[in-house]
């Protein structure tokens, strides 16, 4: 019986050791920080979650192919909730505790708004893949962006209202922040061979549109436009076909995601939206990073997922030659002003603004699948 006790004392003291041993190994392992800030909760955390597929994806291959330097690369992730207050505890912890040089994100371009100046005066690059208002360009030298602004995007509907669909009456709902305000603006002035008949706001979260509902039932109008985010789209969405309102709805981009099917089902059926283009999904890049995709999530990626994913690549391609001690957001901002960087996406050039020149596409909803149309 003691010689028992003696081998679980022996096995006991050996397996902490090991534990010990593996605790103190990774302890001692060097790493490179890189920043996020993405709703990964609440409404928004749809494009939270797409962020996250695609930066985790791209810092995984990163990791794989020797790190940076020999580091290993990760992200610290910070949830913004789509709040502007968390948002800015997030840079702020980012760039004061972790010291990272680069911060990937946020998706909403109210939040980015806020956080560019602090990013400018903090001197670290603040790099979305998703925020499109055109009132974020030209804010500040730190902060880039791989999507087009609001203006392509206004653009694409507009034709398209125009030139497919023959709409003459368009009536509008957006929503009441920085990505709809300032979509709204731009689309009245892309939409002049037409009128528009109703121009109503709403605001984030709303869940009942009831009222805004029924005070556009005589009024003329052959689409709608809805521009904001998903979850509030979705919503309003089943609301119109439940008041047997039957015209065709087209959206931005706020009209692709999960919520379209689980929040308005069928009612979506139809619907238009536009979507930031994927330069070849046939391309044998685009291919095998599809296959590396649904390996690790089980689902076919997120064109967000695609944008966020370029988006990391771009930034360790831009460093590549760099000695990891010198880098900074400075010499990561002026690399990638001087970079021109082909990923699964398309090809990227920035502009004097950290901006991009990429097409919009439009896409149709039909029973939980997307499909391009133009």
């Known amino acids: 019986m003691k010689s028992v006790k003696q081998l679980v004392l022996l096995v006991t003291i050996v397996t902490g050791l090991m534990i010990t041993g593996c605790n103190f190994s990774d302890e001692k392992k060097e790493i490179f920080n890189v920043g996020v800030i993405a709703p990964l909760t609440g409404e928004g955390s749809r494009y939270g979650e797409a962020m996250r597929d695609g930066i985790d994806l791209a810092i995984t291959e990163i990791n794989r192919n020797g790190g940076y330097e020999g580091d290993s690369v990760v992200a610290i992730y910070m949830d913004d909730k789509f709040d502007v207050k968390e948002g800015l505890n997030g840079l702020n912890y980012l760039v004061d505790y972790k010291k990272v040089p680069v911060i990937f994100g946020p998706a909403g371009s109210g939040i980015s708004k806020a956080l560019i100046p602090v990013a400018n005066e903090k001197k670290v690059v603040l790099f979305s893949s998703i925020s499109t208002s055109d009132a974020l360009a030209g804010e500040g030298d730190f902060f880039f962006r791989n999507i087009s602004s609001n203006s392509m995007q206004a653009a694409s509907v507009a034709e398209f209202l125009t030139n497919k669909l ?88 706020g009209g692709y995601g999960d919520e379209i099917k689980t929040i308005a089902g069928n009612s979506a059926n139809g619907l238009f939206c536009t979507l930031p283009a994927v330069k070849d999904t046939t391309s044998s890049s685009y291919t095998s990073f599809g296959k590396s995709f649904v390996k690790k999530y089980k689902k076919e990626p997120d064109v967000y997922s695609v944008y966020s994913y370029d988006a990391v690549m771009m930034v360790f391609d831009s460093i590549k030659k760099e000695k990891k001690n010198n880098i900074t957001g400075e010499l990561i901002k002026n690399k990638l002003f001087n970079t021109t960087y082909t990923g699964i996406g398309g090809t990227y050039k920035f502009n004097k603004f950290g901006d991009v020149d990429i097409p919009y596409v439009i896409f149709q909803y039909s029973n939980g699948e997307y499909k391009r149309v133009n």
Do not use: H
């Open 166 to 253: 023959s709409v003459k009456n368009v009536g509008v709902f957006y929503e009441n922040n920085e990505y709809g305000i300032n979509m709204n603006k731009i689309f009245k002035d892309k939409f002049n061979t037409g009128t528009i008949t109703f121009d109503l706001p709403y605001e984030f979260k709303q869940a009942d549109f009831r009222n805004s509902i029924v005070s556009i039932k005589d009024k003329k109008f052959d689409a709608i436009f809805i521009q904001g985010t998903t979850w509030g789209i979705a919503n309003l969405i089943k609301q119109l076909r439940q008041y047997n309102i039957d015209c065709p709805i087209i959206t931005g981009d």
